[in-house]
């Protein structure tokens, strides 16, 4: 079965500064993974999707990528944002989606 | 305005009654699930759907159950039966299943009391 790890749990940092998320994954047998943000007591936005044919994608600030052969993705934030404070969820799909319990970033000013 | 919209945003009930989630879409998606976010863990998949009159049971199915009538409609039920129903539950819809970009509704919050 499937398992989705998502470390740290929790991340503060200063704005401006660049991060990195990290989601972990036990099966690499994954059609695509995809990142999401989620903001307190709401539903989740889609941020960006990796095929599993693919290392990486882009988007604005945001860069995810993919390692299949070792079960990882990061997620890389450019000169953070307050607004960026969110959890952030990794979800793999392979027989069904597996989701991570998520990281919850918060940007200070 | 295509989207996906679930109400009420929160929900009470007391011990010992059903309650109906209402889940819409106007994306023209075929396939719709229902998960459940309990604090510090990922998403559990209740039901999905893969097309009308069609769905399948998920990881935590007990004391839950759906229908798939419309296109547009997946509502949940929370029967008794299901020992800890509070929690957030959020509806998702995609064009097709595995593999595809899920949108997701904005949630439901349900508080039993």
């Known amino acids: 079965k499937q398992e989705v790890t998502q470390i740290p749990a929790a991340l503060s940092v200063p704005e401006g500064e660049n991060l990195v998320l990290n989601c972990s994954f036990t099966?690499?047998?994954?059609?695509?993974l995809q990142w999401f943000r989620q903001d307190p007591g709401k539903g989740l936005t889609s941020l960006l999707l990796?095929?599993?044919?693919?290392r990486e994608q882009t988007s604005g600030r945001l860069n995810a990528s993919l390692d299949k052969s070792s079960g990882r993705s990061t997620l890389y934030i450019a000169a953070s944002q307050p607004g960026d404070s969110a959890t952030y969820l990794c979800?793999?799909?392979?027989?069904?989606?597996?989701f991570g319990a998520g990281t919850r970033l918060t940007v200070k000013p | 305005d295509g989207g996906i919209t679930q109400s009420p945003k929160y929900l009470f009930r007391k011990e010992g009654q059903n309650v109906t989630l209402s889940c819409e879409q106007n994306?023209?998606?075929?396939?719709m699930y229902w998960y459940r976010q309990d604090p510090g863990q990922g998403l559990r998949l209740i039901y999905y759907?893969?097309?009308?009159?069609?769905?399948q049971k998920g990881d935590i199915a007990e004391g839950y159950s759906v229908s798939r009538e419309k296109k547009e409609s997946f509502p949940l039920t929370v029967t008794s039966a299901q020992k800890n129903p509070t929690a957030f539950y959020l509806c998702?819809?995609?064009?097709?299943?595995?593999?595809?970009?899920?949108?997701f509704g904005p949630g439901t919050r349900l508080t039993v009391l």
């Open positions: 998702a819809s995609s064009m097709r299943t595995n593999p595809d970009t899920q949108y």
């Open positions: 099966d690499s047998a994954i059609y695509n």
């Open positions: 994306l023209n998606h075929d396939a």
């Open positions: 990796i095929q599993s044919s693919q």
């Open positions: 979800a793999v799909w392979g027989n069904d989606m597996r």
């Open positions: 759907s893969q097309i009308v009159n069609d769905f």
